[in-house]
């Protein structure tokens, strides 16, 4: 079982960065991959940043240029950079034990609102 807890989320201008946090806890050493995803309001949920052990960060077409994922550990982090009022959403942290890029992981977080005014 993994634990996850986001936090850095808040308001800002579009233009503007935040940086996210999310703290695994439980068997991290079962963790294979772990990303980043959103929902906005009446949207699909949708895969934001990945990073899968062995291999490069995963970008959606939106933020590639961006955004940068980093992992240190049992930590990961999303740096967000010239904002946009539509990265407007609520960012959850996933982690899965598998090598995969998928919609559904195994476990996600709470969630941290994100909202970009313009």
């Known amino acids: 079982q993994v634990q996850l807890v986001e936090s850095g989320g808040g308001l800002v201008q579009a233009g503007g960065s935040l940086r996210l946090s999310c703290t695994a806890s439980?068997?991290?050493?079962?963790?294979?991959?772990m990303g980043w995803y959103r929902q906005a309001p009446g949207e699909q949920r949708e895969m934001v940043a990945v990073?899968?052990?062995?291999?490069s960060p995963l970008y959606a077409g939106s933020v590639k240029g961006r955004f940068t994922v980093s992992r240190v550990n049992a930590n990961l982090y999303l740096q967000m950079n010239s904002l946009k009022p539509e990265d407007t959403a609520v960012y959850y942290c996933?982690?899965?034990?598998?090598?995969?890029?998928?919609?559904?992981?195994?476990?996600w977080g709470q969630g941290t609102q994100v909202t970009v005014s313009s």
């Open positions: 996933t982690a899965d034990d598998r090598r995969i890029l998928t919609s559904t992981p195994k476990s």
């Open positions: 439980g068997t991290i050493s079962s963790i294979n991959t």
């Open positions: 990073i899968i052990n062995g291999g």
